[in-house]
């Protein structure tokens, strides 16, 4: 039977690996999402600048191509 710091180093060596894979998940995520942000940006931006229509839906529509 294995002793409890054999089980122990190896259990750091895995949970290390865990660690580290996971961060590196997280940051490719977040670089999938950089276009969504910048479009969420792009949208506010058309927003804030849209005077011609009174209500957010009327201006989200109108930055969104206003239809046909």
């Given at each position: 039977?294995k002793s409890?710091?054999?089980?122990?180093?190896h259990?750091?060596?895995?949970?290390?690996?865990l660690?580290t894979?996971s961060?590196?998940?997280?940051s490719l995520?977040?670089r999938?999402?950089?276009?969504?942000?910048?479009?969420?940006?792009?949208q506010n931006?058309?927003?804030?600048?849209t005077?011609a229509?009174?209500?957010?839906s009327s201006?989200?529509?109108?930055?969104?191509?206003g239809?046909?």
């Amino acid at each position: 039977m294995k002793s409890i710091d054999e089980i122990k180093s190896h259990l750091f060596l895995v949970l290390a690996l865990l660690s580290t894979s996971s961060l590196i998940s997280i940051s490719l995520s977040l670089r999938s999402i950089e276009p969504l942000a910048d479009w969420a940006e792009s949208q506010n931006s058309c927003i804030k600048r849209t005077v011609a229509y009174e209500g957010l839906s009327s201006k989200v529509w109108s930055c969104n191509g206003g239809g046909e």
